[in-house]
């Protein structure tokens, strides 16, 4: 298995799990904390890295499911494998439905862990990739001016010139200009490139 840099949380109160699952990740370079309820994970310091958490589903107090449902409702979107001695079908599919990795039953082969691991890890390096692209398309489109912000979601909708000067009362020789600016602010060198941005940025066409 290809080495790769992340951070594991796990979530168990055996602690003889904690232990195999945190030498587990070890084995193959990844840095492993683990701990044994929700509680304790919330006051932990999660550093600046792809993540992801193995969670028990029985535990203490809330099950793994009702942390799963709280972490989603705080808009955490860590990757969550889920592991269990006492799992079911229903069980797996909630899990599953509510965004997990994947859903493993004691005693698994550690192989198995491991695949979910760097599975949930490249998730999470996907999510943080787009989130960074996205922060930077933000930044971009504050350089715009408001008539440039007018012309943009006409412009993603496929509208001419002459069509976008119609709508908003302006001359088609402006609208080329707001146009051209935009796309030059934004590092659009094509219509196409400016859709994809604008999709990534949740902005309508008209």
């Known amino acids: ?9 796990v979530i168990d109160d055996d602690p003889s799990m904690r232990d195999t699952l945190k030498s587990l990740a070890g084995s ?3 840095q492993a904390d683990a701990f044994p309820s929700p509680a304790d994970f919330r006051q932990a310091r999660r550093p600046d890295l792809p993540a992801c958490l193995i969670l028990d589903v029985r535990l203490p107090g809330s099950s793994g499911l009702d942390f799963q449902r709280e972490l989603t409702a705080a808009k955490d979107f860590i990757p ?3 592991i269990t001695g006492y799992g079911d079908i229903r069980m797996a599919v909630q899990a599953m439905k509510a965004g997990a990795v994947d859903f493993l039953t ?3 082969r550690n192989q198995d862990v491991l695949d979910a691991i760097h599975q949930a890890l490249d998730r ?4 943080r990739y ?7 398309l933000r930044k971009r489109v504050d350089l715009l001016t408001p008539r440039e912000r007018e012309v943009l979601p006409l412009v993603v909708s496929g509208l001419l010139n002459k069509q976008i000067a119609a709508e908003i009362g302006i001359s088609e020789a402006a609208v080329k200009v ?3 600016q935009l796309m030059h602010k934004l590092g659009a060198e094509s219509v196409a490139k400016l859709v994809r941005m604008a999709l990534k940025l949740g902005i309508p066409g008209h």
């Open 106 to 108: 004691k005693p698994f």
């Open 80 to 82: 969550v494998i889920f």
């Open 1 to 9: 298995m290809k080495e790769s840099s992340g951070k594991v949380f």
């Open 28 to 30: 193959v370079g990844l």
């Open 130 to 136: 787009h989130e960074a692209e996205v922060a930077a």
């Open 178 to 180: 707001h146009r051209n």
């Open 124 to 127: 999470d390096r996907m999510r």
